[in-house]
């Protein structure tokens, strides 16, 4: 093996690793819409979290991405420990799938049919339409799937290169020589952990090792130690993540390091405690590509099947190493929300679905703290004031937190349908945020009154009961829509905005009278004026929530749609009518002027 064999041997792993990263991330793009649903369902049931961390391994075609992920997850609170374990235990029998479709290139058959699904006699062909689909293709979606496709050619590619590098070390004494190291099973674990801990990726560790043994100089008795150590190395990415996490975080590498380093003491000396008393003569076999595939998928299996009934004594062992000192304790205790982790940017559909979790948890603090301000309307409490003062300022973390988040995630490549979740996101916090001042306003507006000692009469405080009920209606609704995301809730708001509207005219008026016979004081009309206002404007940022879902959606301008809605949409006038005339008998108004306020 000369100079330019090792040159090709290094462009080959270049090509291979370049390879798999081009088909990890457009098959992930592919899946985000998925993998935001699966999360959503991921469960402490064993089972159901093995089968998701295969389905995801599968999906993404990459066990260390996972890994990742799940440590972010964890230390975004999202998930807890107790939950990853059998996610990561299915990573590793779903990462054996790429073993499997490398061990293509060990075919050998003079059919025409068995010789197509040679790696260089597909690769091109594959290459050929990915590149076409991405150079015609106009949806992004189609171009992803070119771009899994491309990145799967230069995969094989990068393996064909690297097989014809070392196919002259079958006829090298030295490297006959070499390999006999390796039949001391604890050199071959030592060296397959440190060669795949390197370069940070299992799959090409299998790969260059399927590569050499299309030499047929590597035995079963070598592949199986050195497959061992491959997947102990690939723990060194989840090692990496972990720098600067909390503890739970932490415990999430401990666990996968932990279940592939008791995988191999266990399965090690009981495979050569059975080979000594039944002399497996296939140990001495050379082992060719589908053999490494069949070995690291059975490892993983028994190893899986192993452990998975004992994840409550991994989880232990993970406390053990990683204890959580007291202030930690408090700290968890204290904080409500979820911190958003930068390493789930490495994978950006599924911290999408956590920055859509975040801000639902938003969302939610806003709507609560409007309902604790309304209610201290007519019922001041000194707590309750403070609970706002705290909210308001919690919600404010949100929107600088989720803000700079969504932009860091825009400048990634995503797919259409999280492009608009983003978008919608980015739309609507500021409303969240804005909804959290007006709260902080009203409260303000109850805590003069309770200070000053005065109070509405019964007429005003009744006509702002029923304008309170209209806003927590919209608000409610517009939460509602963006949480399930549902047009047919979004196009209710706008009705009860009108109404809304049309009932702060109404009351305007009526306080315009009471001004004028003497029955309100000037110092309470300026409240009950700052009080319609911030109401108001409240209700239009339920409008414009709504108002964002359907332009995104429906690709419509907000402001035509509108305008069109209020003139000729028969289903507008219908819903508006029906809600001007509830409240407008909430007033004590006969229905037909509610009718012809319209």
Not at 253 to 266: E, K, L, P, R, S
Request: hydrophobic letters at 45%; a negative charge.
């Amino acid at each position: 093996m000369d100079i330019f064999s090792i040159i090709t041997l290094l462009g080959g792993l270049a090509f291979f690793l370049y390879g798999m990263n081009v088909m990890s991330s457009g098959l992930e793009k592919l899946a985000g819409s998925k993998l935001e649903i699966v999360l959503k369902k991921m469960t402490s049931n064993k089972c159901k979290s093995l089968l998701l961390g295969m389905g995801i391994t599968i999906a993404i075609q990459s066990s260390s991405a996972l890994t990742v992920m799940l440590v972010g997850l964890v230390n975004s609170g999202i998930m807890t420990l107790s939950q990853t374990i059998g996610v990561l235990m299915g990573s590793n029998i779903g990462t054996t799938l790429t073993a499997w479709i490398l061990s293509l290139s060990g075919i050998e058959s003079d059919n025409v049919f068995m010789r197509m699904l040679k790696p260089e006699s597909f690769s091109p062909i594959i290459a050929l339409v990915g590149v076409i689909m991405i150079m015609v293709a106009k949806h992004n979606r189609t171009k992803d799937i070119g771009r899994i496709m491309v990145g799967f050619s230069v995969l094989m590619t990068g393996m064909t290169l690297m097989s014809d590098a070392v196919s002259p070390l079958a006829d090298s004494p030295m490297f006959s020589s070499f390999l006999t190291a390796f039949n001391n099973p604890i050199m071959g674990v030592l060296v397959g952990a440190a060669f795949t801990g390197i370069i940070q990726s299992s799959a090409a560790s299998v790969g260059i090792l399927q590569a050499l043994s299309l030499t047929g100089q590597v035995t079963y008795g070598m592949a199986i130690p050195i497959i061992m150590g491959q997947n102990i190395g690939t723990c060194v990415t989840a090692l990496i993540s972990s720098i600067g996490v909390n503890r739970s975080a932490r415990r999430v590498a401990v666990v996968h390091i932990c279940f592939n380093c008791i995988g191999t003491i266990v399965f090690l000396p009981i495979f050569y405690l059975l080979h000594g008393i039944f002399d497996f003569s296939f140990t001495n076999s050379s082992i060719d590509p589908a053999g490494i595939a069949l070995v690291h998928t059975v490892f993983n299996l028994i190893t899986t099947a192993l452990l998975l009934p004992f994840s409550k004594y991994l989880e232990k062992l993970a406390y053990a190493f990683v204890r959580e000192s007291k202030s930690e304790k408090e700290k968890h205790t204290s904080e409500k929300y979820t911190l958003l982790d930068e390493r789930l940017l490495n994978t950006p559909a599924v911290a999408i679905e956590v920055c859509r979790s975040v801000t639902l948890q938003m969302g939610e603090l806003a709507r609560d703290t409007m309902k604790l301000a309304i209610e201290m309307l007519f019922s001041y409490d000194k707590e309750t004031e403070e609970k706002i003062k705290e909210n308001e300022m919690k919600i404010d973390k949100y929107e600088d937190k989720l803000n700079a988040y969504l932009v860091r995630i825009s400048k990634h490549s995503i797919a259409s349908k999280d492009n608009r979740t983003v978008s919608k996101m980015l739309h609507c916090i500021g409303n969240f945020e804005r909804m959290g001042d007006h709260a902080v306003n009203i409260m303000e507006s109850a805590h003069e009154l309770h200070e000053k000692d005065i109070h509405f009469s019964g007429e005003a405080a009744k006509e702002l009961r029923v304008l309170a009920d209209a806003l927590l209606c919209i608000i409610d609704m517009a939460f509602d829509a963006f949480q399930q995301d549902d047009l047919s809730i979004a196009y209710q708001v706008e009705p009860l905005e009108e109404v809304i509207d049309t009932l702060n005219v109404e009351l305007k008026n009526r306080h315009i009278k009471r001004l004028q016979n003497d029955e309100c004081t000037v110092e309470l009309g300026y409240i009950f004026q700052d009080l319609l206002t911030n109401f108001e404007r409240v209700s239009d940022h339920c409008s414009n929530i709504a108002g964002v879902l359907i332009e995104i959606d429906e690709q419509k301008s907000i402001h035509k749609y509108l305008y069109k809605l209020k003139e000729n949409d028969e289903t507008f006038q219908k819903s508006y009518h029906s809600y001007l005339n509830q409240y407008y008998l909430k007033l004590g108004q006969p229905t037909q002027v509610a009718v012809d306020a319209s």
